[in-house]
């Protein structure tokens, strides 16, 4: 691989056009990160599943009451129904956003996912201290976001072979072109 190669980036936000250069190691660089937060997030899960039963009830009813989300996160530990879905769903979400950003496949689908549950536990967990706003989860969120912003499942992952896929005589993202947006 040549380390001189670079790939320019960039886009326009709000009437400023941002522009970059990307040596050639940040593709390599995004698979690793790709990997790292899919090992974490993949463990994470297989950890919940290995201590069955996981009971999210304790977590949610114990928020602390100055964050923003303690009233709903209460009431929904007060419902034996729906904790009994959210008991599962938190597991198996995380074991297949693991596998699904490991493998590259679905990468932007299971990043927002990824990001959307560190929103979740980082908002549950923030006790209202200003240093506390810049915790691990909010960063995890982040390293999410990024996976999904750079479409790192087209190096070295299944998405790039996923969007050639022929449909119609056409490959998918031609065919579908939403399914960019869940592709990447």
């Keep these: 691989m040549s380390t001189k190669t670079t790939n320019e980036f960039g886009g326009e936000f709000g009437g400023i056009t941002l522009l970059g250069k990307a040596h050639s190691l940040s593709a390599l660089f995004i698979v690793l990160l790709r990997a790292l937060i899919g090992g974490m997030i993949l463990f994470a899960g297989l950890g919940k599943a290995t201590e069955w039963p996981f009971d999210a009830a304790g977590y949610l009813a114990n928020v602390d009451p100055a964050s923003p989300v303690s009233g709903l996160y209460a009431a929904m530990a007060s419902m034996p129904a729906l904790m009994e879905v959210v008991n599962v769903v938190v597991p198996v ?92």
């Design 93 to 184: 979400t995380q074991v297949l956003i693991g596998v699904a950003l490991i493998a590259g496949a679905f990468v932007r689908l299971a990043a927002l996912g990824g990001a959307i549950q560190m929103t979740m536990f980082y908002l549950g967990g923030w006790a209202g201290e200003f240093l506390a706003l810049f915790d691990s989860t909010l960063i995890y969120a982040a390293v999410f976001l990024t996976v999904a912003a750079f479409g790192a499942g087209r190096i070295l992952g299944l998405d790039a072979y996923i969007e050639r896929i022929e449909v119609g005589g056409m490959p998918l993202v031609e065919r579908f072109p939403a399914a960019r947006y869940l592709l990447g």
